[in-house]
Structures are given as C-alpha cells and as structure tokens.
C-alpha cells in the first residue's frame, strides 16, 4: 500500500481561525485523515514533526523570525499552501503597512514604544509591513477567506492528493450575489467591493446577511471587465474611492497587485 502524505499545519502572526475552520469540518476531517497523516496541528494535537510533504501556513509573515521559520517549512515541504488572507495576501495585519510605523508602535506599545530606538532593547523586530508567504517563499496553492471556506478546504486537498488543479473560482462576488438573489449592496446605499472581489467560496455570505463585501478573499484576477466599469458608472463610484476601502484587507495586495488594470477600467 502507499503510505498516506504527511500533511503539517503552521501558523505565523494571525488569529488562527483558519485552523479553527478546519478543525470545525468535524466529520468530514476524520474523512481526510483517513487519506493523510497530520503530523503537526498545534489547534488539534500536541506531537509535532518535520517530516511532511505538504504544509498549510497560516498568518502573515512580520518578523525576521517569522521568515526563517516559513524557510524551514518551505524546505521540508513539497508543496506549500497558504490558507487564510493573510497568509494568501497580507489580510488584516496589512492594515498597518500605509500607516506611519512610529504611530503604529505607539499605538500598540504605548510608552514602551521608544524602546525601539534602542538598539538593547528586548523587543521583537518586526518588519513595517506584514506580507503574505509568497513574499518571501514559493507558494503553490492559496485558499483565501477571512476565515476560509471549509468545503474550499476540502475540494482544494481533494484535487491536490488526486493530482489535480485546485483553481480557485475566478468570477467576482456580484455572480454569487446574482445567484443567491441579492439586493445590491449598491442599491442600499454602500459602496461594496463584490465586483472586484474573488467569489467562489464565499456564496455572497456577506451581502446574503444584509451588508456588503468587505474583499476578505482578494483581488479577482483581470478585475478591469466591462461588469466592473457598468458597476461604478451606474452607482457614481469612483476606482479612487473604491480603493480606500480596500484598506481592511488588501493594503498588500494593493501595492502588489493589477490596480493598474482597475484604474484603466474606469478611463
């Protein structure tokens, strides 16, 4: 018989609920274990091992040690995927990187925040900006959601352990919208970001529950469509005021990712 893939579960600077998500698949969990051996899962399990071929990080990398810690995984592993935003995209902790890295510090360590401009200081160095694990180590796969979708988790191991291609949807969140029978979150008055947003594994949640997409699964690839442009022209929006809302998730993604298409889109 082939012996199970050893899968290891990782988490950098995050709220862990990526993991939380997964361990919540309850049933469908014990399904996989019975194709792969979790040697490490700090949520679930308190042995730990280096010997995996496959492993899920999750969290934004904001430290130099974070960095070493993600190059130990990546050179154990055979395949690396990031689960969560902030692991596919910087997420939430990116919300920092347009601000004045003096004020954040200040704002989280109060007094103590002159401290590092010590250089004897025993404070961690963390980085001004958080970033997802791509930034630093080859990434293969990326499930994203703040937190995850668990049945994305699933379909997406699935495909890998079958030697497939987990690709994730590549539709924005107004198709799941359409679908679910949405009023637009536009027609009530706010500005949301589901046309420029990954859909898929979120089936609209958001703006099924009466507010409105908050772009926690990203940039949808090829975001300047004729969809897009109607979009903000019908509702007066512009791409500048759109892109201040992307300050929750995306400051990252922003900075890294095709905002030049999206500013042609509405020329």
């Known amino acids: 018989m082939t012996s199970k893939p050893k899968v290891a579960f990782f988490d950098f600077a995050g709220c862990e609920g990526d993991q939380l998500e997964i361990i919540n ?6 399904d996989l274990v019975e194709v792969v051996e979790v040697v490490s899962f700090r949520e679930a399990m308190s042995e730990h091992s ?9 969290g934004s990398i904001t430290t130099p040690h974070d960095v070493e810690r993600l190059e130990d995984v990546r050179s154990n592993a055979d395949t690396v995927i990031a689960i969560g935003s902030c692991a596919a995209f910087g997420g939430i902790n990116s919300i920092r990187n347009e601000q004045d890295f003096q004020t954040v510090t200040e704002r989280a360590y109060g007094e103590d925040a002159a401290m590092f401009d010590d250089p ?3 404070l961690f160095d963390s980085f001004e ?3 997802p694990a791509k930034a630093f180590v080859e990434v293969e796969y990326e499930v994203p959601g703040c937190p995850i979708d668990g049945e994305e988790f699933i379909q997406t191991v699935t495909a890998i352990l079958q030697g497939g291609d987990p690709s994730l949807a590549n539709h924005p969140v107004c198709v799941d919208c359409k679908l679910a029978e949405n009023t637009c979150a536009f027609d009530r008055g706010e500005i949301c970001l589901g ?3 990954r ?4 089936d609209a949640t958001c703006v099924s529950q009466g507010t409105r997409c908050w772009g926690c699964r990203g940039l949808v690839d090829n975001p300047a469509e004729d969809a897009y442009s109607e979009v903000l022209q019908e509702y007066g929006v512009t791409t ?3 892109l201040n809302e992307f300050t929750l998730y995306w400051s990252w993604q922003r900075e890294h990712g095709p905002q030049a298409d999206m500013q042609e889109a509405e020329q």
């Open 120 to 122: 004897d200081a025993e």
């Open 50 to 58: 280096d010997d995996y071929e496959i492993a899920f990080v999750e």
């Open 240 to 242: 500048d005021e759109l």
């Open 25 to 30: 698949l309850e049933e469908r969990l014990l």
């Open 199 to 202: 859909g898929g594994g979120c």
């Open 195 to 197: 046309p420029i947003t």
């Open 129 to 131: 900006q958080a970033q």
